[in-house]
């Protein structure tokens, strides 16, 4: 058996900030990371962003977190089956034991994957860097991509891989791309990016069922239309890694619940990251899948398992660049929400705020508006005393 005095398990952005987190405060404890990856922790937006736009963008300068800094010791391709509180140990797979002081849940989510795909070595659960690797092959080799999906990794991928080669297909349920996040004539304009570099829409089209084929896949969607293509990239979101929690007996709702300080119920078993249910100050409980709350929720994590015993009081942002637009967003941002627009140029610089039936703001859209998202957050925070009227000119470029 293996003791560490701090424990991650997962190997994501999570795992190396939560490291570096501890390394604040504690320089020589030891840090064990066991990951399902196979690589250590990199920058994952990355995936379907910079590696497909910026070719100086190099995995070892700018993707490889070289979380190898702060010391900590690595166990790759390995996943943990069972977490034992009273012992305060974990066994993996392979019958390996690690015990720990305190342990750090950063197990994130599982791609959702197309029923009856699963298996086949045509169909990519965009997630990891192997992934990527994957599908960077297939667009080099010119392949026909069906990407499955329209919201951030669909869009980011479909956008990515037609700009290097590939001939692609997306589908999406929205009848008009993004409509489910951007007010109309925003997601027509961002919409028609996507038709001007050549990508095949089939709007309003879920996919019904999937076959493997000799020569590729065949997708068959609800209207009974087929795509017939040489391999399938499904971004369809991720359901959280909540199970080894749950059968370790800790809460578990939409995530692992924590209180604010990150902390389970066992007083030695913390949780951050994608699968993490946690009280933000300014929106509630609420479950981020994003960068910047692994980010820094990641940092919190650590130094609390040092002891810090800090709230976690950050309200995270989110962010895509789709071929020439480029968008940052705090808070709930869906057209189930009413929408007051206040555009520079129109569809091309602005800000789009997203109201419940209160009139009260939950969420901020920048859009080619960056470097404002504090700036949204003091909106979100102060809310309840804004009224519609008041929101025109309140962020400006």
Do not use: C
């Amino acid at each position: 058996m293996t003791d560490y005095r701090y424990l991650i398990v997962g190997g994501g952005m999570v795992a190396d900030a939560a490291a570096r987190g501890v390394r604040e405060l504690d320089a020589d404890g030891s840090i064990g990371v066991v990951s399902e990856d196979v690589d250590r922790p990199y920058a994952r937006p990355a995936l379907s962003k910079k590696l497909w736009t910026d070719p100086d963008f190099s995995w070892d300068e700018k993707v490889d977190l070289h979380t190898e800094e702060t010391g900590a010791t690595f166990v790759l391709g390995t996943r943990v089956a069972a977490i034992d509180r009273a012992a305060k140990t974990v066994t993996t797979t392979d019958g390996e034991t690690h015990g720990y002081e305190r342990l750090l849940l950063a197990t994130g989510g599982k791609p959702r994957g197309l029923p009856g795909l699963e298996e086949s070595d045509r169909v990519v659960d965009f997630r990891s860097a192997d992934d990527y690797r994957r599908v960077r092959a297939l667009t080099d080799a010119g392949a026909h991509l069906a990407v499955v999906g329209g919201s951030y990794i669909g869009t980011e991928i479909a956008a990515g891989t037609v700009q290097n080669g590939a001939t692609v297909t997306l589908v999406t349920p929205d009848e008009v791309l993004g409509a489910s996040m951007f007010p109309e004539q925003l997601a027509r304009a961002f919409q028609q990016r996507f038709t001007d570099h050549g990508v095949e829409l089939r709007l309003g089209r879920r996919v019904e069922s999937g076959a493997q084929t000799d020569s590729g896949v065949t997708l068959t969607l609800d209207d009974g239309s087929t795509i017939e293509a040489d391999a399938v990239v499904v971004g369809l979101g991720i359901e959280p890694a909540t199970q080894l929690a749950a059968d370790a007996g800790l809460t578990v709702r939409d995530g692992i619940v924590v209180t604010s300080t990150l902390q389970t119920d066992d007083e030695s078993v913390f949780a951050a990251g994608d699968v993490a249910e946690y009280p933000d100050r300014i929106l509630g409980t609420r479950r981020v899948e994003h960068v910047d709350n692994a980010k820094e929720q990641g940092r919190q994590a650590g130094r609390n398992l040092a002891d810090a015993d800090e709230t976690y009081d950050h309200t995270p942002m989110f962010y895509s660049n789709v071929f020439d637009a480029g968008y940052e967003a705090v808070g709930r941002v869906s057209t189930d929400l009413r929408t007051v627009e206040d555009w520079q140029d129109p569809t091309v610089t602005g800000v789009v705020y997203y109201l419940d039936e209160d009139d009260t703001v939950r969420g901020v859209l920048l859009w080619n508006v960056p470097g404002k998202t504090d700036e949204a957050r003091k909106v979100l925070a102060e809310a309840h005393a804004l009224t519609p009227d008041m929101l025109t000119g309140l962020i400006r470029p």
